[in-house]
């Protein structure tokens, strides 16, 4: 048998606490023992961070965060850190500019990731454009952003951009919604030549009979190459009688082919049980926006939002992660097919 193995740029520094000796049954992830590492109140003017992307950047980490101003309005600030445990923010929110260098600011942004690809690094978050919809940026130097077209019309959240190319084509998934907090929900992936222009859409998977994604799914963190597929970590949500439940889940797309799903762990990796998940602003969430990962140990770090009030971060080993999904792999033939309709 080959050996599976993992598709990225070296990160020898990746943020890293060990497994713990008494690790609970269940998935092998585990959450970092000096979680929430933001707090409330982290910026002049800015109540809670959450939901917020981070990458490796010169040797350290930089990232795009969900901050939620006193007023109540989000937008995207930007933020540095040596080792991707303490940060430093920049007092005002992110300054877009238009193609001519133009202010070109959205109304209000949230929830945004933060893709490589190739030598651009592109930030995509939701905002408003007569409805939900998918704003974009791009930057080389994490100094200036300039501002794209829209790549759908609403109402659509929890965009992600693939790492690289697929046979010539940016891919990107997304979730169809509406304006309001969405009952439903399934994920897409769509294509497009030169980022403006976007077709060939293609559903990927829908909510199943498994309670902890019964209601809801979205996309999550960028897309991990593997010599197995694309690795995937996305949330699922339930409705209970006291709200809704966000819980992270693990899937693996096939490489050529993402809108077919290999392998579809039928088990929640997180679902919200401690106090930072379970209290908050909104309570019982835990919402996966980005990994940072190496190839050579096997190690990734998976940033998510608890309680749309703090960020959190979890670890777990490569092989394990991806060997417990193929081991609970539960799928049909929504997940399997093209997605062509």
Known sequence: MSEIKMIAPAV???????????????????????????????????????????????GAFVGVFRGEQTNGISFIYFGRSKDGIHWDFEKDKIRFKDENGEDFMPKYAYDPRLVKVEDTYY?????????????????????????MECPFIPFNRNAVLFPRKINGMY???????????????DIFISESPDLEYWGHHRHVMGRNGFWWESLKIGGGAAPIETSE??????????????????????????LDEPSKVLYRCENFLLTPEEWYEERGFVPNVCFPCATVHDPESGKIALYYGCADSYVGVAFCYFDEIVQYIKDHSNTDWNDTDLGKC
């Open 12 to 58: 020898p520094n990746v943020p890293w606490q060990d497994k713990p000796a008494d690790l609970k049954p269940g998935a092998p992830i585990w959450r970092y023992t000096e979680n929430p590492i933001i707090n409330r109140n982290p910026i002049e003017g800015v109540a809670r961070i959450f939901n917020s992307a981070v990458v490796p950047y010169e």
């Open 123 to 147: 930030a995509i978050w939701c905002q408003d454009f007569y409805g939900a919809s998918i704003g974009m940026a791009k930057t080389t130097d994490f100094k200036t952003w300039t501002k």
């Open 171 to 185: 891919k990107m998934l997304s979730r169809p919604s509406d304006s309001g907090h969405t009952p439903f929900g």
């Open 229 to 254: 597929g694309w690795l995937i970590f996305y949330h699922g949500v339930s409705g209970t009688c006291n709200g809704y439940v966000y819980s992270i889940g693990g899937a693996i797309l096939d």
